[in-house]
């Protein structure tokens, strides 16, 4: 493990596919290389494949690991770096880390834990286990826990040195800037987990990279904000807020009830892929497709 190029992997944007859905309802492997290659061509130079705007939950074992393939496929003969999203039951997760090591990417993410009842301990806990399981790949938790003490992070990092960034997607940017200072601000890298509305709040706390999910749609636009916070340029980077707002107010409405079904919109009008998603999402009904073609409107595409 190269813990410096992939400390400089996560510093940038970290875009998440979608993944498109044949007539049949599975998945359309085809129309996901062509959106993936469509990210790279982009200027995209990382990605999370099975991550939550990819539908992670909704997918099937097997599918996961085709989503893993088909993108180490795609990627191989370019400097991407992959950071492949496990996560459900332990032995799932480690299986699915393990799956991606084999395929060759150099990276995973660990969703949230899902389970009614998740203490600190075990937290710790089930992190370490996965990480320890592949310590030839670099291990980045995503927290959406607002209760997680930050020192809980910092003994992560203690005990697994492969454990190199965080995706911190709590929406409170003094939570984020207190967190990140109590797990140690230099001993990993931290990305924005709630994508471009926050970039900018969380760089100012110590973010240097942020997920994104709107980088399927216009991934010109995610690097524009990205060049702006490089630079400490926060009034340009407001001004990309500013442009993208309307469609992601789209996609957190309702508690992000349609946060995958508002991008897949815009892809499907754009002629890329169709717009179905699976339960528990839905699709949107007609009336509002009006108004993610509308917050869209300008942007070039």
């Known amino acids: 493990m ?98 991606a090591r084999d395929c060759g990417a150099r990276m995973v993410m660990v969703h949230q834990p899902v389970h009614p009842y998740v203490s600190q301990d075990g937290w710790v806990a089930y992190h370490a286990a996965i990480a320890g399981a592949v310590p030839e790949l670099g291990v980045v938790p995503y927290i959406r826990n607002p209760l ?64 994104s999910g709107l980088a399927n749609v216009a991934p010109r636009i995610s690097l524009d904000m990205l060049a702006a916070l490089r630079a400490g340029d926060y009034p340009g980077a407001m001004k990309v807020w500013e442009q993208i707002r309307a469609f992601e107010d789209l996609r957190a409405a309702r508690q992000s009830a349609d946060n995958v079904t508002v991008v897949k919109e815009a892809l499907a009008a754009l002629g890329l892929c169709r717009r179905e998603v699976r339960p528990p999402s839905s699709a949107l009904p007609r009336a509002r497709r009006a108004e993610v073609a509308a917050a869209v409107e300008g942007w070039g595409l």
């Open 148 to 211: 997680l003490d930050g020192s809980r992070m910092a003994e992560l990092g203690e005990r697994c040195p492969n454990v190199v960034g965080v995706k911190y997607a709590v929406p409170d940017a003094a939570r984020f800037a207190a967190f990140a200072r109590d797990a140690g601000l230099e001993r990993f890298v931290w990305l924005a987990g709630l994508a471009e509305l926050y970039a900018p709040a969380y760089f100012a706390a110590g973010a240097t990279g942020f997920t």
């Open 2 to 99: 190269d813990r410096t190029a992939l400390a400089t992997a996560l510093a940038g944007v970290v875009a998440i596919p979608v993944i498109p859905f044949g007539a049949g309802g599975g998945i359309d492997r085809p129309a996901y290389r062509l959106l993936l290659r469509r990210l790279l061509d982009g200027g995209i130079a990382a990605v999370t494949p099975n991550g939550n705007t990819g539908e992670f939950y909704a997918l099937t074992p097997q599918e996961r690991q085709a989503v893993v393939q088909d993108t180490l496929a795609e990627t191989a003969p370019r400097p991407v770096t992959v950071i492949v999203g496990v996560g459900h039951d332990l032995p799932t997760a480690i299986g699915a880390a393990e799956h």
